[in-house]
């Protein structure tokens, strides 16, 4: 498993077992989600959702699709609004609308499935846009650190290259930089890889593998199953817009207690 | 035909020609854009109030925008920018092209907000920038591009619907072609060729930089 093709990490100092506690109580909660309802029309696409994140943890959301986890991770910025229940981020509930959701907004980090960079700014652009705008840093400041970034995800020799004219793994590591460039409490991963060609699905990975060592809290829609054995320390499994069960990953790949994640797993892991 | 440009001012006819629709087509994209943004945005009122302008001047006749804006707003209501009659005139002739054609250079920057897409607008509010922020920093310029065609025809549409503008008395070409064509009607077809030709002049070059633009400025995708 450590030859796998993202693992550049040193070995750890400590024994090789057991792995750092996965336990929830002891960190402090960054994303609280209680009770979330979400409808659209007569499709309860949300029910009645709770899960805590704890700071620094990566928490890898599986499930087949339309299990309404892409809407999960969706809502926990309000790009999609709930109908009850609620949603705090580092202690703050999420406001409903206006400068107060965009400064909020500001501190969760989102990467999307079709990267989403803006495609009549630069590289660079597009990442210092947040934090000249919303953070009212300097260009000067906002420039360095966006170069910073863009070299530790590998693309800062593109820099004044607008998006069209990059790989989709080129863009989707930008767009990651443009995420980070918020200094963000979390960050939220929509399905990153899916829509890249498989030979740049493990650059986008090694950088999120690297977040993930570097302490940041990550929830990460994927089925990237490599991934979430390496950087997970939490898998929650959604079927029907419902948390079937969450787990370690290695428990949850080896052990899984529902009949749907048996199911879900012997259809993804047996090719 | 040089004896047409030794009697009659026609260089200076084209020349309010062109200044109605030089301020016009300032004042139609400012007012346009406005109304688009009343239309794109998340308030169901705004949206009615930008619907409501856009279908009643885009359905009124430009004769009777201009009529009015001289009869009702200088005769009827009094609302004079300035004592020297002509001058009014022109002031109200701008105004109410303006009025008319942003009606339509909404509806170009609408079209043009529908080739964004809605990706774009959800990476822009996720790094925080507010509604304004994401509309000037991200919808809006990309919107410009993509509506650049059709801005051109409104352009093109506005320099030609300047002639309207002599039902109130405005010195420009139209009023001219008709003094000119009551006094000389011998000299018909060149005094035609002339007006027409200066309408190709001015409006050529509006479109071939429109293609151009179009071609140079599309967001690549």
């Known amino acids: 498993m450590s030859d796998a093709p993202w693992d550049h990490s040193p070995a750890p100092a400590t024994p090789p077992s057991p792995a750092p506690s996965h336990s929830v109580v002891t960190r402090a909660p960054m994303v609280e989600i209680v009770g979330v309802d979400k409808y659209y029309g007569d499709l309860h696409v949300l029910q009645d959702i709770d899960l805590t994140v704890g700071k620094g943890e990566v928490v890898v959301v599986l499930g087949p699709s339309g299990s309404g986890k892409s809407t999960l991770c969706r809502t926990i910025n309000r790009l999609e609004t709930f109908e009850s229940g609620s949603i705090r981020i580092d202690g703050q509930e999420l406001p409903e609308e206006g400068k107060a959701l965009a400064q909020l907004r500001a501190d969760v980090g989102m990467v999307f499935q079709s990267f989403n960079l803006f495609a009549h700014k630069t590289i660079l652009e597009n ?145 | ?122 990476a822009a509010r996720s790094i925080g920038l507010t509604f304004g922020q994401s509309l000037v920093q991200v919808l809006l310029p990309q919107a410009v591009r993509g509506a650049i065609t059709p801005l051109g025809n409104t352009l093109i549409a506005l320099a030609k619907n300047t002639t309207v503008a002599t039902a109130i008395g405005v010195a420009e070409i139209s009023g001219l072609q008709k003094t000119m064509t009551e006094d000389r009607i011998d000299l018909i077809l060149p005094i035609i060729l002339v007006v027409a030709a200066g309408f190709v002049v001015i409006t050529l070059p509006m479109g071939l930089a429109t293609s151009w633009l179009s071609g140079r400025l599309a967001v690549k995708r």
């Open chain 1, 127 to 271: 990442v210092t846009l947040g934090p000249i705008r919303v953070r009212k840093r300097s260009k000067a400041e906002a420039d360095k650190r966006a170069t910073e970034l863009l070299e530790r995800v590998g693309v800062a020799h593109q820099s004044e290259k607008y998006p069209a004219q990059l790989s989709g793994g080129q863009q989707q590591r930008v767009a990651i930089a443009r995420s980070l460039a918020m200094d963000p409490k979390v960050m939220l991963f929509d399905e990153p890889t899916s829509a890249l060609d498989p030979e740049m699905i493990n650059e986008v990975l090694d950088v999120m593998v690297e977040l993930a060592r570097s302490g940041m809290t990550m929830i990460v829609v994927t089925h990237e199953m490599g991934f979430a054995r390496r950087a997970a320390d939490r898998v929650v499994f959604m079927s029907d817009g419902q948390i079937v069960e969450a787990a370690e990953p290695e428990v949850f790949f080896t052990h899984p207690r529902s009949e749907r994640a048996k199911d879900f797993l012997g259809k993804i892991l047996s090719h």
């Open chain 2, 1 to 122: 035909m040089g004896e047409l440009f030794a009697t009659y001012p026609i260089l200076a006819a084209f020349g309010m020609t062109l200044l109605l629709t030089f301020f016009a087509a300032i004042g139609a994209a400012v007012l346009g854009t406005l109304v688009a943004v009343l239309r794109v945005s998340p308030v169901p009122l705004f949206q009615k109030v930008g619907a409501l302008y856009v279908n009643v001047f885009r359905n009124t006749p430009l004769t009777l925008i201009i009529i009015a804006s001289n009869i009702v707003m200088i005769v009827n209501l009094g609302f004079s920018f300035t004592e020297d009659i002509a001058r009014d005139n022109v002031y109200w002739a701008i105004i109410g092209l303006t009025v008319y054609h942003a009606a339509f250079v909404c509806e170009s920057l609408r079209s043009g907000v529908n080739t964004v897409p809605v990706g774009q607008a959800e």
